[in-house]
């Protein structure tokens, strides 16, 4: 092109859909059925096999027939009006206990139950561990948090309100500086007294997000928000069968409206004009949508977009050329899977383990010990007892095991350990990282327990110890989220700031990029993040609206 010359504009596609779904993750299945039931012809596309995203149920043990939720495990932001609207039959099991956290090092075993159903228990749980006065204010802090999610939970299936609204909507100026101004460190840290029930709470503000506790950027404040938030309670629900039911029926709600689901489908460009190419068993094919609606991760929609116009403002709602790009997202946690004979005995025998191990159980996550593996991990440094907390998917929802092995007393346990980066991990030390992190875990879990964990694994088929961890760079590598993080990225607010611009459909939505026709449909989306389908149902009602 010579200095004259005038660039040219390549001619208008003619759509062949009216919506192109790039991801079959729950996000996308959602936008999937939410506009088939609309009359839109829909076309999804997925990478793998099979739908479901990180939100599958597997036999991640050979010749083991026990499902388990492999990466995602919970269910609190999935909102019962998409539920309703989309006919899904999911059943979501309430979990009776509440956490359970050991004193770290005391030989006793003497440690904190939380009893959703029994406030004298707890409040006496709290006195055996010293805390006795933290008792009421634990309860106060969470009927506090309780109360915000009563105002904001309803409008996260509604267009954005603006900062100033949000602000109008939960009415109480000092709760709104201690979550949404300040770092949750100090409202923690000015309400509770005692290290160990800081750090019950500090958790809900750092699970999937490095960070401290009192960072100024208010990361972590972002992750508490939506811990707490879900069903305008906050409470996490057992999804029963599995995770796999969950997308199991959004993929069914979205072929039954008539969606056309591919799999095995690898797009490997998007083009601002709708255009979608993507390679199916060696062959490339075409697709051009109206809108092209993105379940993937900001990064890779960068990578996606051709002709080198990489999107740099997914995330920021803005439709300017001058915002950086975003820095590499970077997810912290590992997680590893394992299926025991048996729940392991605890120090303190007059807890019954399927209490201790009924709820959440917190180990290693003092408040001290959190913020000391965050300032350890950033310099490089791998505690020897990682802090981590344990699920047992199987006390609330034997399904998810063959008859036998239930009978059995088999029990899975998915361990979720905190501050663990991925800027420790390549390619090439991923094994030995990997062995390292699952090492640590265990010695962790050991460090709390009356016998070691390791003698109450199970076997596979080939004899190996029914054990899997998965590191961040196995998650990215599995599932394409860059960084392994379990957010795509950063959380954002569920609002706007009061000077963006909410003049289009997908701005009021949440799911506007720099291109008109191209909308954030994933946890990348303004209110994305977990398993909640609000980045598929936001950019749906977009489409829908415009």
Same mark, same amino acid.
């Given at each position: 092109?010579?200095?004259?010359?005038?660039?040219? #504009?390549?001619?208008?596609?003619?759509?062949?859909? @009216?919506?192109?779904?790039?991801?079959?993750?729950?996000?996308?299945?959602?936008?999937?059925?939410?506009? =088939? +039931?609309?009359?839109?012809?829909?076309?999804?596309?997925?990478?793998?096999?099979?739908?479901?995203?990180?939100?599958?149920?597997?036999?991640?043990?050979?010749?083991?027939?026990?499902?388990?939720?492999?990466?995602?495990?919970?269910?609190?932001?999935?909102? *019962? +009006?998409?539920?309703?609207?989309?006919?899904?039959?999911?059943?979501?099991?309430?979990?009776?206990?509440?956490?359970?956290?050991?004193?770290?090092?005391?030989?006793?075993?003497?440690?904190?139950?939380?009893?959703?159903?029994?406030?004298?228990?707890?409040?006496?749980?709290?006195? !055996?561990?010293?805390? =006795?006065?933290?008792?009421?204010?634990?309860?106060?802090?969470?009927?506090?948090?309780?109360?915000?999610?009563?105002?904001?939970?309803?409008?996260?299936?509604?267009?954005? /309100?603006?900062?100033?609204?949000?602000?109008?909507?939960?009415?109480?100026?000092?709760?709104?500086?201690?979550?949404? &101004?300040?770092?949750?460190? &100090?409202?923690?840290?000015?309400?509770?007294?005692?290290?160990?029930?800081?750090?019950?709470?500090? #958790?809900?503000?750092?699970?999937?997000?490095?960070?401290?506790?009192?960072?100024?950027?208010?990361?972590?404040?972002?992750?508490?928000?939506?811990?707490?938030?879900? *069903?305008?309670?906050? *409470?996490?629900?057992?999804?029963?069968?599995?995770?796999?039911?969950?997308?199991?029926?959004?993929?069914?709600?979205?072929?039954?409206?008539?969606?056309?689901?591919?799999?095995?489908?690898?797009?490997?460009?998007?083009?601002?004009?709708?255009?979608?190419?993507?390679?199916?068993?060696?062959?490339?094919? +075409?697709?051009?949508?109206?809108?092209?609606?993105?379940?993937?991760?900001?990064?890779?929609?960068?990578?996606?977009?051709?002709?080198? &116009?990489?999107?740099?403002?997914?995330?920021?709602?803005?439709?300017? @050329?001058?915002?950086?790009?975003?820095?590499?997202?970077?997810?912290?946690?590992?997680?590893?899977?394992?299926?025991?004979?048996?729940?392991?005995?605890?120090?303190?025998?007059?807890?019954?383990?399927?209490?201790?191990?009924?709820?959440?159980?917190?180990?290693?996550?003092?408040?001290?010990?959190?913020?000391?593996?965050?300032?350890?991990?950033?310099?490089?440094?791998?505690?020897?007892?990682?802090?981590?907390?344990?699920?047992?998917?199987?006390?609330?929802?034997?399904?998810? /095991?063959?008859?036998?092995?239930?009978?059995?007393?088999?029990?899975?346990? #998915?361990?979720?350990?905190?501050?663990?980066?991925?800027?420790?991990?390549? @390619?090439?030390?991923?094994?030995?990282?990997?062995?390292?992190?699952?090492?640590?875990?265990?010695?962790?879990?050991?460090?709390?327990?009356?016998?070691?964990? &390791?003698?109450? /694994?199970?076997?596979?088929?080939?004899?190996?110890?029914?054990?899997?961890?998965?590191?961040?760079? @196995?998650?990215?590598?599995? /599932?394409?989220?860059?960084?392994?993080?379990?957010?795509?990225?950063?959380?954002?607010?569920?609002?706007?700031?009061?000077?963006?611009?909410?003049?289009?459909?997908?701005? +009021?939505?949440?799911? =506007? #990029?720099?291109?008109?026709?191209?909308?954030?449909?994933?946890?990348?989306?303004?209110?994305?993040?977990?398993?909640?389908?609000?980045?598929? !149902?936001?950019?749906?009602?977009?489409?829908?609206?415009?």
């Amino acid at each position: 092109m010579t200095a004259t010359s005038s660039p040219t #504009t390549a001619p208008e596609q003619a759509p062949t859909h @009216d919506v192109v779904i790039v991801g079959g993750g729950h996000n996308g299945l959602t936008a999937a059925a939410y506009l =088939a +039931r609309a009359g839109k012809s829909i076309i999804l596309l997925e990478r793998l096999e099979a739908v479901g995203g990180a939100a599958v149920s597997a036999q991640a043990f050979s010749g083991v027939d026990a499902w388990l939720s492999r990466y995602s495990y919970l269910v609190s932001l999935l909102p *019962q +009006r998409i539920i309703d609207d989309l006919g899904l039959r999911i059943r979501l099991a309430r979990r009776r206990y509440s956490s359970y956290t050991p004193v770290p090092g005391d030989e006793s075993g003497a440690a904190l139950l939380i009893d959703n159903t029994d406030a004298d228990a707890t409040a006496a749980s709290f006195a !055996h561990i010293g805390a =006795a006065d933290d008792a009421a204010a634990f309860s106060e802090f969470y009927e506090t948090t309780g109360a915000l999610a009563q105002s904001l939970w309803p409008t996260v299936t509604e267009p954005l /309100l603006t900062r100033s609204e949000a602000k109008a909507l939960v009415g109480d100026d000092e709760l709104w500086q201690s979550i949404f &101004e300040r770092p949750i460190g &100090e409202l923690i840290e000015s309400r509770i007294s005692n290290d160990l029930v800081r750090g019950v709470v500090a #958790t809900d503000a750092l699970i999937g997000t490095f960070a401290s506790v009192s960072d100024p950027s208010l990361a972590q404040n972002r992750c508490f928000l939506y811990h707490v938030i879900g *069903q305008g309670t906050g *409470q996490w629900d057992v999804p029963v069968g599995g995770m796999g039911t969950v997308t199991g029926e959004l993929a069914r709600a979205a072929r039954e409206a008539g969606a056309r689901i591919v799999t095995d489908a690898e797009v490997t460009s998007i083009s601002p004009d709708g255009a979608v190419r993507y390679d199916r068993h060696g062959h490339e094919r +075409r697709v051009v949508g109206r809108h092209v609606l993105v379940n993937v991760a900001p990064d890779v929609l960068d990578a996606l977009l051709s002709e080198g &116009e990489a999107d740099t403002e997914t995330k920021t709602d803005t439709d300017t @050329d001058t915002t950086p790009p975003r820095p590499r997202a970077e997810g912290a946690q590992v997680k590893v899977n394992l299926l025991l004979s048996r729940l392991p005995r605890l120090r303190d025998e007059a807890v019954d383990p399927a209490a201790a191990f009924g709820g959440t159980f917190h180990i290693n996550e003092t408040y001290t010990q959190l913020e000391e593996a965050f300032a350890g991990a950033v310099r490089g440094v791998m505690p020897d007892l990682i802090p981590c907390e344990i699920y047992c998917h199987s006390l609330t929802d034997p399904s998810i /095991l063959d008859p036998e092995l239930a009978a059995s007393g088999a029990q899975t346990i #998915t361990v979720f350990g905190l501050h663990t980066p991925d800027r420790w991990l390549t @390619d090439d030390n991923n094994d030995a990282t990997r062995q390292r992190l699952q090492d640590a875990v265990v010695a962790s879990l050991n460090s709390v327990l009356a016998e070691p964990i &390791e003698t109450l /694994l199970r076997t596979d088929a080939d004899g190996n110890p029914c054990i899997e961890t998965k590191t961040t760079r @196995d998650i990215e590598h599995a /599932l394409n989220i860059p960084g392994g993080n379990i957010f795509h990225g950063p959380l954002s607010w569920p609002f706007a700031e009061d000077d963006d611009p909410l003049d289009t459909p997908a701005r +009021r939505w949440g799911v =506007a #990029t720099r291109h008109p026709r191209i909308l954030m449909c994933g946890s990348g989306a303004r209110r994305g993040g977990a398993v909640s389908g609000l980045g598929g !149902h936001n950019a749906a009602m977009a489409v829908l609206e415009g």
